[in-house]
């Protein structure tokens, strides 16, 4: 059955990736994809803030040519049938835009990578408005969530959770959650579009299997075991302090212990295909 859907996301290579992957499936007809500028986002943050030989921002330099190596072929090859609307970041949320995707009246909406959801649409698309949450909630919410499990020495927590979206900042009912492919010698850049590009294939599984998908029970963790972060958060100390752990075997030590780690920490499964 042909899925109708509408995406809302954001403008660097790696949402341009999600939306001509999605769009590239013979089950599923875009209607629409609202792409939000780069303004705001993590590196305007960190140029705008930063000083001479701050190490962020070759980090994030560093991060967008990992990007060109696993998404550019892909971007430039496949032809793009998205139909992509580009817009300022927030105008998601303005009631033109608004009005404009109700009109398109899709079977779902899929947001990823774009700002904090604060119209109508929450309402009016209930059930049917699906997050893609780059982190594993609820042991990390907010921003750079796949970034602090570096940082804190918890590899368990990389991954991606796909949620119905709600008025809060990744609380909403999760569906479905995939961890990390984790392997000897990787980088944090290497993980993390490893992870990108396992979760829009299974976000067009769970497209797919919609009607099927299952209601699961919630994870439940004591509040203050829950770590929450925002973009202010990504320091200087906190990038040493992850290039530290790689240097003295994070990832080593992580798949000597996976099995167990991940047996403690469960997840959320649900049956797509």
């Not at 829009?200 to 770590?227: G, H, W």
């Amino acid at each position: 059955m042909l899925k109708k859907i509408v995406l809302l996301t954001g403008s660097e290579l790696r949402h341009e990736f999600f939306k001509k992957y999605i769009s590239s499936m013979n089950e599923i007809q875009v209607l629409a994809t609202y792409c939000e500028s780069t303004k705001g986002n993590l590196s305007d943050f960190v140029e705008k803030q930063s000083i001479s030989g701050d190490i962020r921002k070759l980090h994030l330099h560093t991060r967008s040519i990992f990007e060109k190596d696993f998404f550019e072929v892909f971007c430039e090859t496949v032809e793009d049938k998205s139909n992509s609307i580009f817009i300022n970041r927030g105008r998601i949320n303005q009631k033109d835009i608004v009005s404009k995707i109700i009109s398109l009246n899709p079977d779902l909406i899929i947001s990823y990578g774009c700002s904090i959801i604060r119209s109508e649409l929450l309402s009016y698309f209930k059930g049917c408005f699906i997050n893609i949450h780059l982190g594993l909630s609820p042991y990390y919410r907010g921003s750079g969530t796949n970034y602090w499990p570096f940082v804190n020495n918890e590899l368990q927590f990389i991954g991606t959770t796909f949620m119905h979206i709600d008025e809060g900042i990744d609380t909403g009912e999760i569906i479905h959650q995939i961890r990390a492919r984790i392997n000897h010698g990787d980088n944090i850049h290497q993980i993390g579009n490893r992870l990108i590009k396992d979760s829009v294939i299974e976000c067009s599984k769970l497209i797919r299997s919609f009607e099927k998908l299952e209601k699961k029970k919630p994870i439940e963790i004591k509040t203050e075991e829950t770590k929450y972060y925002q973009k202010k958060d990504f320091s200087e100390e906190s990038l040493k302090l992850a290039q530290k752990n790689l240097s003295e075997g994070i990832i080593a030590k992580y798949l000597e212990n996976k099995v167990i780690l991940e047996k403690k920490y469960p997840i959320i499964k649900n049956s797509v295909s």
